[in-house]
């Protein structure tokens, strides 16, 4: 088991090393230039010229490059051009409401998507399998954007149930905190809770087929000890893996809900870096992200083992 997951880690090393290059060069290419925006309407040259040199924009890329590896080996992130602001101070005030989003539209799609998938599979061939795949079909086909407009319409400026935007920590108020984030939860969970069903479904109807379920039927368990106790433990195991994957697409996914609601999180920072030409904060955040992807992958294969037995000696 050690060494399987020895192996994970030695993979993951080059793997986020050409994350960090494939960023780095991509913003390279991008039209526009930081300094004129961090200069202002005057553009003097002789300020232009200062902030090229102090940011080390007219090294070499590889140079760049190599300087700001060594920078990150260290823990350091680097500063915002536009506000000389510690990147890592950055992504710590606005990672734990991205991660607030993600776990509360996680919890969502877990209590939707496993009992409806399971349902459906039970219900092989009858309407509530109908029903679920027609329900799992539209949440993957709706957007994420226009799903989050239309329920503001709805429950915030006509019902008046809940703010149509904003954010509270939960430290200053935890039921307003949950208030705001319930309906950016909900839109977010829609594709994740759908994926979640058609997994589930697939899984337990292969377990539910599998000789030990007929073995169970045939010794007098009950249809409720077959499904929950034999074929569901068995159904989980790919889904536990899946379900670990998926959170770290909703750390990159909640982008265009965060904007849509207006929540001060990962989303909105990356997206005004990418406007701003804030390079600093554009690497840090994807480079978060990518490391982010790969634990979860990481933890990804050590549940799978944990769950699967008879991969500990592989």
């Known amino acids: 088991m050690f060494k399987l997951i020895l192996r994970r880690v030695l993979v993951a090393i080059p793997t986020l090393i050409l994350v960090s290059m494939i960023v780095f060069l991509l913003q390279k290419v991008l039209p526009g230039d930081p300094v004129l925006t961090l200069a202002g309407e005057e553009r003097d040259p002789a300020v232009l010229d200062y902030l090229r040199e102090k940011y080390h924009l007219d090294d070499p890329l590889p140079v760049q490059y190599v300087a700001w590896v060594k920078q990150v080996a260290t823990g350091d992130l680097g500063k915002s051009l536009r ?70 319409m709805i429950v915030s400026v006509q019902l008046r149930w809940l703010p149509a935007s904003g954010y509270v920590s939960p430290a200053e108020d935890f039921w307003l905190s949950m208030k705001t984030m319930i309906m950016p939860a909900i839109v977010l969970s829609t594709s ?43 159904a989980l195991m790919p889904i536990v893996t899946l379900v670990t994957l998926l959170f770290g697409e909703l750390l990159a996914g909640a982008v265009l809900t965060e ?47 944990v769950v699967n037995p008879r991969l500990r000696h592989s």
């Not at 992504?91 to 409806?116: E, N, W």
């Not at 005004?272 to 979860?296: E, P």
């Open 83 to 152: 506000t000389d602001v510690p990147v890592a101070s950055l992504i710590a005030q606005k990672l734990p409401v991205t991660l607030q989003l993600a776990a509360m539209a996680m919890v969502i799609a877990l209590l939707v998507g496993i009992p409806t998938g399971i349902l459906a599979a039970v219900r092989k061939g009858k309407l509530m399998e109908y029903g679920a795949n027609i329900a799992a079909l539209s949440g993957m086909s709706i957007p994420n954007f226009w799903l989050g407009i239309i329920l503001i």
């Open 192 to 234: 994740l809770a759908a994926y979640l069903m058609r997994h589930t479904r697939s899984a337990m109807l292969e377990a539910l087929g599998a000789d030990y379920v007929r073995t169970a039927r045939a010794k007098g368990a009950s249809p409720r000890a077959v499904v929950l106790r034999h074929a569901l433990r068995n």
């Open 259 to 305: 904007q849509v609601f207006t929540i001060p999180g990962f989303g909105k920072l990356v997206v005004d870096a990418v406007f701003n030409r804030d390079y600093a904060v554009v690497q840090g955040v994807v480079l978060c992200v990518a490391v982010g992807f790969i634990v979860m992958n990481l933890l990804a294969d050590i549940l799978y083992i």
